[in-house]
């Protein structure tokens, strides 16, 4: 009975995360087009995939062309993080807005992004190093 229970809730949270995919055609790709808004760079948004196993399945990124984001860092985490970016100077830095305190850097770099640990705070349930990238996901 609990291994049905927790699959209902497995399925219902992959179900919530595949509904907050972005809208369509805002773009997975960081060459800035369609993006002319400030302070954003050359970066135009969309999902990321972190290049090493997250908490029971990919840790994800969606960047929001309005400036928002959320992530998950698998999906067996109840925690779904959600805040604000912006760039500068080729720095992605994601801003908490869910009650923590907490952000997150990282560098723009060709068909993804390069964490960068000096000056971010750990992401819940899972070590990502300097230097760990984040892919775009094109599916």
Same mark, same amino acid.
């Given at each position: 009975?609990?291994?049905?229970?927790?699959a209902?809730?497995? %399925?219902?949270?992959?179900?919530?995360?595949?509904?907050?995919g972005?809208? @369509?055609?805002?773009?997975?790709?960081?060459?800035?087009?369609?993006?002319?808004?400030?302070?954003?760079? =050359?970066? =135009?948004?969309?999902?990321?995939?972190?290049?090493?196993?997250?908490?029971?399945?990919?840790?994800?990124?969606?960047?929001?062309?309005?400036?928002?984001?959320?992530? =998950?860092?698998?999906?067996?985490? =109840?925690?779904?993080?959600?805040?604000?970016?912006?760039?500068?100077?080729?720095? %992605?830095?994601?801003?908490?807005?869910?009650?923590?305190? %907490?952000? *997150?850097?990282?560098?723009? @770099?060709?068909?993804? %992004?390069?964490?960068?640990? @000096?000056?971010?705070?750990?992401?819940?349930?899972?070590?990502? @190093?300097?230097?760990?990238? *984040?892919?775009?996901?094109?599916?």
């Open positions: 009975m609990k291994k049905a229970a927790v209902v809730l497995l %399925l219902a949270l992959v179900a919530c995360l595949c509904a907050c972005g809208e @369509e055609g805002t773009g997975n790709n960081i060459t800035g087009e369609g993006m002319n808004k400030p302070g954003k760079d =050359s970066f =135009s948004g969309g999902t990321y995939v972190w290049e090493k196993d997250g908490f029971g399945g990919d840790f994800t990124i969606t960047f929001n062309s309005d400036g928002t984001y959320e992530y =998950s860092v698998g999906y067996l985490s =109840s925690y779904l993080g959600m805040g604000s970016w912006e760039t500068d100077n080729g720095v %992605l830095t994601m801003t908490e807005t869910g009650g923590y305190d %907490l952000s *997150f850097r990282f560098a723009v @770099e060709d068909g993804g %992004l390069r964490y960068i640990a @000096e000056g971010s705070d750990a992401f819940m349930g899972v070590t990502v @190093e300097d230097g760990d990238r *984040f892919v775009a996901n094109n599916g």
